[in-house]
């Protein structure tokens, strides 16, 4: 066993070597360099092209899904070795997916062997972006009182209402969409999940611009939308089971924030390089012991983080530890920019120029508090946890 996994790390590393453009070994500049793929993706480079497509063939970018759909088809321990012999040449993910971390895994439980071949392939190569519709202007954390109709007319759904929040709605190529399709049952029991193609007559998408001046997310409106029956997910009226998964999934993928970037300096080595110190210390004894308490936790996350991914292989359902996940991770990576804007000093608070690479740290710092309400708010997680975990009264 122990061989066949050295003879697949020397294929990982020797394909890497061919196949990984050297570009994409050096860190991300700004979120521009992060690749989502789509339909009509602007590449910043030929090298980020050839890294997606090479990626894509060979299924990498999803490299547990089942090779009949397109993914690579590896197990546990191949994925730990594909994910360190990427960090040691600290390659780029080729491909940030809505598609690979939400819709994927309930599409591989949920979906019909026709949607899986329809839909998942196109994800692993990157062709097609999937934005999200689940929150509603009266359906946030109370997610189940979503109102979106969706009425039945035979071979197809017309759907109305609207959408927000909806994170690069404005790029995404197809929704996944929660949908009412039961206005009398019980809320959680009225729900199905659709998916359907943002170019549809019908759609139009509104970005919302915040003070920053940019606009991640958007309102989306249905008037009239016609959605083919072959488009719905599982059985009808079932969609909230279907959304409940995903969103275990989306939350693991947010909580992924606590763990450190392949690629990037830790904390620590920044505070040496911005503030210095002597034999190998940092001067400041006080922000040196914040700095080590967060590493410590960082490292304990990631550790956790390890065993959880293990216990799921060995087919142990995540359920609400990834709400506990969801929590601390978002927690952790706000601490993270916390310490590195203490680390900066004035120099952080720069928002326009060159030498800032435009603001990127206070950009990043205040994106992070986003981390904490995307997904389902830190306090919704925390209810999770005191339910399903410690068991406390609801
Ligand atoms: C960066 C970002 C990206 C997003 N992307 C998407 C996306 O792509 N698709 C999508 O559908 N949605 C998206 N969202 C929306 C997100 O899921 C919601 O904002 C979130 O679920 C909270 O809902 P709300 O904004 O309606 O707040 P509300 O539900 O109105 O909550 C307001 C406050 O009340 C608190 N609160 C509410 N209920 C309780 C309770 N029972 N117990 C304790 N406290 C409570 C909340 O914690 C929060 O502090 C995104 C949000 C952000 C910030």
Not at 66 to 90: F, H, S, T, V, W
Not at 276 to 293: E, N, P, V, W, Y
Not at 340 to 362: V, Y
């Amino acid at each position: 066993m122990s061989e066949n996994l050295n003879a697949f790390r020397t294929e990982v590393r020797d394909w890497l070597a061919e196949n990984c453009p050297e570009e994409m070994r050096t860190p991300m500049r700004s979120e521009k360099d992060a690749c989502w793929g789509g339909r009509d993706f602007n590449f910043q480079s030929d090298a980020q092209r050839l890294w997606l497509e090479r990626m894509g063939e060979k299924g990498w970018t999803a490299p547990a899904w089942p090779k009949e759909y397109g993914g690579g088809g590896l197990n546990r321990k191949q994925i730990k070795i594909l994910k360190q012999e990427m960090a040691r040449i600290k390659a780029r993910g080729a491909l940030y997916s809505f598609g690979i971390n939400m819709l994927g895994p309930a599409l591989l439980k949920y979906g019909n062997e026709e949607q899986k071949q329809q839909y998942l392939p196109p994800i692993v190569r990157g062709e097609i972006r999937w934005c999200q519709g689940y929150s509603e202007p009266n359906a946030g954390s109370d997610l189940a009182d979503l109102q979106a109709p969706a009425v039945d007319m035979g071979d197809h759904y017309i759907l109305n209402g609207s959408k927000i929040w909806t994170s690069y709605g404005d790029f995404g190529d197809w929704m996944f969409c929660l949908v009412r399709t039961d206005p009398d049952a019980p809320k959680h029991s009225g729900i199905s999940f659709m998916l359907f193609d943002m170019q549809t007559p019908g759609i139009s998408v509104k970005p919302i611009q915040l003070i920053s001046g940019r606009s991640p997310f958007c309102e989306v409106f249905f008037k009239d939308v016609k959605i083919p029956k072959d488009q719905q997910v599982g059985e009808l009226n079932n969609g909230w089971s279907i959304a409940k998964y995903l969103l275990t999934h989306e939350r693991e993928m947010i909580s992924w924030t606590g763990l450190s970037q392949t690629g990037t300096k830790s904390v620590g080595e920044t505070a040496m390089d911005v503030i210095g110190g002597s034999d190998g210390k940092l001067d400041d004894a006080f922000l040196r012991a914040d700095i080590a308490k967060f590493e410590v936790d960082e490292m304990a996350f990631a550790l956790t983080i390890e065993r959880a991914r293990d216990e799921v292989k060995a087919g142990v359902s995540l359920g609400a530890v990834a709400s506990w996940f969801k929590f601390f991770g978002t927690e952790l990576n706000k601490q993270r920019y916390s310490l590195l804007m203490d680390i900066s000093g004035s120099d952080a608070l720069a928002w326009t120029g060159e030498a800032s690479n435009d603001g990127k740290l206070a950009r990043d710092w205040l994106r992070t508090k986003g981390n904490s309400i995307e997904g389902g708010t830190s306090e919704i997680q925390l209810n999770i946890v005191a339910k399903h975990i410690l068991g406390l009264p609801g």
